[in-house]
């Protein structure tokens, strides 16, 4: 979790350039004792390869990998521009986040962040906020809606209907879903059969969200197959979505493919349609901004719909056409990411998304 204290918040300041900007955070992250004073080089270089902004009125200057060994403890700073900063030619930064990151901590920095990009009711107020606590609760997403989660269990090894249910209960609560009476009242109900080998408990919670569990064997509850099972936390109607897709991938006999690696994706799109592919990131860093701003780069040069999913992640399926969805996809290294798309130039959509990432999606392929 982004955590941030109130002397990490520069509030009202002002500069002339990107730079001096960049100079500034890179002071502060250097006063906290985060980083050694070499860090700026690092930071002003990696904006040379590849501009930070965001979208939203955000940027987030970090250092690069070469500059990783002057991180002392992976922090941030954030410096609140009210008069804005052009950060790249036509986006005017107003808050500018200076990461300091270890290793791959910063993806789950940008990863928490994404629930403000595209909030313009959030952008104006970053810009306008006079006090710290204002911006911390905006960007720890402290005042934002809850929206509907998704959590996996696969190959669980249960010996029959009953244990997999309890360990998605159990998963739901340690995500903080609910408590012992919410998995205590799962255990007594009678989950659902809705066919193809897939059932479905539902709950109320406290936090609307979905948990997929497989079991590492087949199971059977009487006659039935048991090859997937969904649990339905419910806090308000936000889950009603994901529903209606249940009916449809029934109706298209596609409820089976909810067992398989692009489930949570189902869940969320309905029956497939298009053409699908799985590529493998090999970038060592995983999808930081600039394979990430390379990656919906070469999606936008096309006219199809294109969706991913990170099969190693939260399985949700994004727009790949949109940056501030692809880092929240948080990928790391070694995860796979299965892209649908759909539209007269999907295949070749396709194509040139695995060619991108196998060549490095800009930072060279691994030898």
């Known amino acids: ?47 040379a390869q590849h501009a930070t902004y965001l979208g939203s009125g955000i940027a987030i200057p970090h250092g690069t990998t070469d500059t990783r060994h002057l991180v002392k403890s992976t922090g941030v700073m954030v410096a609140q521009f009210p008069q804005g900063i052009e950060w790249d030619e036509g986006q005017v930064a107003y808050v500018a986040i200076g990461i300091a990151a270890k290793s791959d901590e910063h993806l789950g920095i940008l990863r928490q962040l994404t629930h403000v990009l ?81 059932w479905l ?36 109607a936000s889950h009603l979505p994901q529903l209606e897709n249940l009916a449809k991938l029934a109706a298209a006999s596609q409820l089976a493919t909810l067992a398989g690696s692009e489930g949570l994706a189902m869940l969320q799109a309905g029956p497939a349609t298009g053409l699908s592919d799985t590529f493998t990131i090999i970038n060592p860093h995983g999808l930081h901004a600039r394979p ?32 501030m969805k692809v880092i929240g996809l948080g990928v790391k290294c070694g995860h796979r990411l299965a892209f649908r798309a759909e539209g007269p130039d999907a295949e070749a959509a396709l194509q040139g998304i695995g060619a991108a990432i196998a060549a490095g999606l800009g930072e060279g392929a691994r030898s």
């Open 1 to 47: 979790m982004l955590k941030l204290a109130r002397q990490q918040i520069l509030l009202g300041q002002s500069v002339g350039t990107k730079a001096e900007a960049i100079t500034l955070l890179a002071n502060k992250l250097t006063e906290a004792g985060l980083v050694e004073a070499g860090y700026v080089d690092g930071m002003l270089a990696r904006e």
């Open 118 to 198: 595209g909030d313009e009711q959030a952008a104006q107020t970053l810009r306008t906020a006079t006090d710290a606590d204002t911006i911390i609760n905006i960007l720890t997403g402290a005042t934002e809606a809850k929206e509907v989660q998704y959590l996996t269990l696969a190959d669980f090894p249960a010996d029959d209907r009953d244990q997999l249910l309890l360990g998605a209960a159990a998963r739901a609560k340690s995500a903080g879903w609910g408590d012992a009476a919410m998995v205590s009242a799962l255990l007594a109900s009678d989950p659902a059969y809705l066919g193809e080998g897939v």
């Open 201 to 236: 408990a539902r709950t109320q919670a406290a936090q609307t969200g979905w948990v997929l569990a497989t079991p590492s064997t087949a199971l059977s509850a009487g006659e039935l197959p048991v090859s997937a099972l969904l649990l339905l936390c419910a806090s308000d």
């Open 292 to 323: 990430g701003a390379m990656l919906v780069k070469v999606a936008k040069e096309y006219e199809s719909d294109i969706r991913v999913a990170n099969l190693d992640g939260s399985g949700e399926a994004v727009s790949a056409k949109s940056l």
